[in-house]
T-cell receptor, first 116, second 115 residues
C-alpha cells in the first residue's frame, strides 16, 4: 500500500519569503501526485497535480511542484508567499496499477503560517 | 449550483440522536467518498461508492451507515454516536476511470459535535 510522508507538520515563514513544503511517497512505480490546500473550516481544494509529462507542475495561486522519481518526492514551492497562503497543505498519491486505484492516500498535512 | 455541496455545515447532536449528513455533486462524477478529519490526525477514508458499488474501511464503527441512492447523492446516517466521533466530515467525488484517480473534488464539510 502507498504511504505519503509530509516531513514538516508546521512551517512558519515571513511574508514575501519563499517556501518549500516537502512530500515523499513510498512507491517507485508510476504514480499520480496531488497537492491540496485547506483553509479553516473548509474542504480541500486542488492546488495542482502530476499525472505524466513535464516533472515541473504549475498550479493555482502561484504554487508549483516538482516530481522527482528517483527521490520519490513531490515538493511544493512558492517563490513569495502572502498572508492569504496561511492554510493546511496536503500531499496525496494515487497508484494506477493497484486494485484500489480510484483512491487517494493523503499525508498528514503541513500547516503553513505566513507571518507579517 | 456546481461542485460538491454538503449539508448541514454544522451539526450538534446528542449521543442518543439519529441524524444524517447529505452530499450532492453536480459534476457528473461516478464515484463518491466520505472522509473523517479529526484534529491532529490524518484524513481517514470511511466509505467509497464507485459506479454504485460500496467499498468500506473495516475500522469504521457500525454507528456510521452510508447510503448512495444514485451517482449524484451520498448520505451518512449517524446513530448513537460517541464524543470521539466529533470531527469534520468531508464528502468528495471523482471520475473513476478504472485506472488511477485524477483527483477529487471536495465539499466544504460538516462540522459534527457530539455532546
Amino acid at each position: 500500500a502507498q504511504s505519503v510522508t509530509q516531513l514538516d507538520s508546521q512551517v512558519p515563514v515571513f511574508e514575501e519569503a519563499p517556501v518549500e513544503l516537502r512530500c515523499n511517497y513510498s512507491s517507485s512505480v508510476s504514480v499520480y501526485l496531488f497537492w491540496y490546500v485547506q483553509y479553516p473550516n473548509q474542504g480541500l481544494q486542488l492546488l495542482l497535480k502530476y499525472l505524466s509529462g513535464s516533472t515541473l507542475v504549475k498550479g493555482i495561486n502561484g504554487f508549483e511542484a516538482e516530481f522527482n522519481k528517483s527521490q520519490t518526492s513531490f515538493h511544493l514551492r512558492k517563490p513569495s508567499v502572502h498572508i492569504s497562503d496561511t492554510a493546511e497543505y496536503f500531499c496525496a498519491v494515487s497508484d494506477p496499477s493497484s486494485g484500489s486505484a480510484r483512491q487517494l492516500t493523503f499525508g498528514s498535512g503541513t500547516q503553513l503560517t505566513v507571518l507579517p | 449550483e456546481t461542485g460538491v455541496t454538503q449539508t448541514p455545515r454544522h451539526l450538534v447532536m446528542g449521543m442518543t440522536n439519529k441524524k444524517s449528513l447529505k452530499c450532492e455533486q453536480h459534476l457528473g462524477h461516478n464515484a463518491m467518498y466520505w472522509y473523517k478529519q479529526s484534529a491532529k490526525k490524518p484524513l481517514e477514508l470511511m466509505f467509497v461508492y464507485s459506479l454504485e458499488e460500496r467499498v468500506e474501511n473495516n475500522s469504521v464503527p457500525s454507528r456510521f451507515s452510508p447510503e448512495c441512492p444514485n451517482s449524484s447523492h451520498l448520505f451518512l446516517h449517524l446513530h448513537t454516536l460517541q464524543p470521539e466521533d466529533s470531527a469534520l466530515y468531508l464528502c468528495a467525488s471523482s471520475q473513476d476511470m478504472g485506472r488511477g484517480s485524477y483527483g477529487y473534488t471536495f465539499g466544504s464539510g460538516t462540522r459534527l459535535t457530539v455532546v
